[in-house]
Structure formats: structure tokens, C-alpha cells
Nanobody, 123 residues
Framework: VQLQASGGGLVQAGDSLRLSCAAS????????MGWFRQAPGKEREFVAA????????DYADSAKGRFTISRDNAKNTLYLQMNSLKPEDTAVYYC?????????????????WGQGTLVTVSS
């Protein structure tokens, strides 16, 4: 499975962005998907995850109340709506397909990764 993330860019604090992640095909299993991010000089960190059916979501504390993860399985596409962006949200955002159908926060439970899309939030 190949993942193509898009939607990043340069925005000001308080603005919104919507990231998309298109999968080349549906996986053979009904997998959860997630978003991670990596800021310069920092380790990759969990942002949000969504179950296969979309009935379960999980967010990092930094994303709760501001970010919304969703998916359209008919289009094999994952989304991340990011509102009220802050300079500390600046990072490369990666989408990933989980090994399981349930949400997870650790990167080693994800099998396929996109190339990342850069989000830069200026103050």
C-alpha cells in the first residue's frame, strides 16, 4: 500500500488546514489509520488515530479539541482537520496504516507510512 499525504503548507497561528492521505488501495485487512508528526530535532510523535469503521478515535493531548481525524473508506482516504493552529504544531505530518483494526499510539504498530507533508505555523 502506498500512501500520499497532502495539504500541508505555511499558515499563521489560529488558521486551519486539512490534511489528506490517499491510499493506493484498500488493505487486505480492515486497518486503523493514524497521523503522526515530527518536528525539527524531535522524535516522531502520535497525533491521532481512527478505527476502521471510524467509530473510535484517539487524540494526543496536544490535538484534543483542535484536530479532527476522519476517513472515507470508499475513497481510501484519511483526513486530519486542524484548527486553531499554533507554532508548536509545526512539523512534518505522516499518515500511516495500522497493523490492526483498532487505534494505537505507538509507531511500531503501523505498517505502511506516507512520505509526509510539511506544516509550518508562523506566530
Amino acid at each position: 500500500v502506498q500512501l500520499q499525504a497532502s495539504g500541508g503548507g505555511l499558515v499563521q497561528a489560529g488558521d486551519s488546514l486539512r490534511l489528506s492521505c490517499a491510499a493506493s488501495r484498500r488493505t487486505s485487512s480492515n486497518n486503523a489509520m493514524g497521523w503522526f508528526r515530527q518536528a525539527p530535532g524531535k522524535e516522531r510523535e502520535f497525533v491521532a488515530a481512527i478505527s476502521w469503521r471510524g467509530d473510535r478515535t484517539d487524540y494526543a493531548d496536544s490535538a484534543k479539541g483542535r484536530f479532527t481525524i476522519s476517513r472515507d473508506n470508499a475513497k481510501n482516504t484519511l483526513y486530519l482537520q486542524m484548527n486553531s493552529l499554533k507554532p508548536e504544531d509545526t512539523a512534518v505530518y505522516y499518515c500511516a496504516v495500522s497493523l490492526t483494526s483498532t487505534t494505537g499510539r505507538t509507531s511500531n504498530t503501523y505498517r505502511y507510512w506516507g512520505q509526509g507533508t510539511l506544516v509550518t505555523v508562523s506566530s
